[in-house]
C-alpha cells in the first residue's frame, strides 16, 4: 500500500457523518468510508513505520491495531449515537534498540506513552504524550519534577521543541491546587497539577491531504522524541 494523502471528500465525510450519525445513513455509504479514511489511514500507519524504523524513532505504528475504531462503543453513555466523527490512530512506545522489536509484539495501550494523529474537520492534530495515567505514574512524574526540575526543562525548552510545540500540553484537565505532599509554591506548581503530559501541533487541512504527511508526522514525533523517552523512564 502507498499512502498519497487524505482526500478532502474525507474531512467532508466526517462533517456529514457528525450531521447524521445514524446507521441508516452511515450503512450504505460504508465503502465511502473505507475508501477515503479506513484505507489511507492504514496506509499512513504502514509509511510511518517504515519512517520510524528508518529514523530510529521509539514508536510503532500497525496499519492493523493503530487506527482507532469508528463505532463508539455506547454501553455505558447517554449519548448512543454510533459513530465516531474524527479518525485517529495511536502510535505505541516501541523502546530503542532490542526492546523495540520486543514491545512491537504486545498489546497496544492507548493510554501508554506514544503518539497520536487525529483527523477531523476543523481539528487536525499530532502529538503524543501519556495521557490518563495511573496515580503511580503521576507520582513518579512530580517526584522527578521536584527532584530536578532543571532536566524536563532542558527537554521542554529546547528550541526545536519550543517551536514546534511552544510547551507542554494545557488540556484543561489539570489539578486546581497542588497534591498533598508536594510544595505549594513549587516553581512548576503547574507541572505538579497536570493530569496528563503532552505535546502536539495543529495541523492543516493541506498537510492532511499531503502524500508527504508521514514525513511531517515523523519530523513531529522525532522532535517530541526526548520527552518521551524521558515520561517511559518513569
Not at 84 to 102: E, I, L, Q, V, Y
Not at 188 to 205: E, M, Y
Amino acid at each position: 500500500m502507498t499512502f498519497t494523502g487524505f482526500r478532502q471528500e474525507a474531512i467532508q465525510f466526517l462533517a456529514d457523518l457528525a450531521q447524521n450519525n445514524s446507521r441508516d445513513w452511515f450503512q450504505p455509504r460504508k465503502a465511502d468510508f473505507e475508501r477515503l479514511i479506513k484505507t489511507p489511514m492504514e496506509e499512513l500507519c504502514e509509511a510511518l513505520e517504515v519512517q520510524f524504523r528508518a529514523r530510529d524513532i521509539p514508536l510503532h505504528a500497525d496499519p492493523a491495531r493503530s487506527p482507532f475504531r469508528i463505532y463508539r462503543d455506547t454501553r455505558f453513555s447517554k449519548d448512543k449515537s454510533p459513530y465516531k466523527t474524527a479518525a485517529a490512530a495511536s502510535f505505541r512506545w516501541a523502546g530503542d534498540g532490542a526492546d523495540a522489536a520486543t514491545s512491537r509484539s504486545h498489546t497496544d495501550n492507548v493510554h501508554a506513552g506514544g503518539g497520536y494523529f487525529h483527523l477531523q474537520p476543523g481539528e487536525i492534530y499530532a502529538g503524543g504524550g501519556v495521557w490518563h495515567p495511573e496515580k503511580s505514574w503521576l507520582d513518579a512524574f512530580r517526584r522527578r519534577i521536584v527532584d530536578d526540575l532543571e532536566a524536563f526543562r532542558r527537554i521542554v525548552e529546547a528550541p526545536a521543541f519550543v517551536e514546534a510545540f511552544g510547551t507542554v500540553g494545557d488540556d484543561g484537565e489539570s489539578l486546581k491546587r497542588v497534591p498533598t505532599g508536594y510544595p505549594a509554591d513549587h516553581p512548576a506548581a503547574d507541572l505538579l497539577r497536570k493530569k496528563n503530559v503532552t505535546f502536539g501541533r495543529r495541523l492543516s487541512d493541506d498537510e492532511a491531504m499531503s502524500a508527504d504527511l508521514p514525513v511531517l508526522l515523523a519530523d513531529t514525533f522525532a522532535t517530541g522524541t526526548p520527552l518521551l523517552r524521558y515520561l517511559a523512564s518513569l
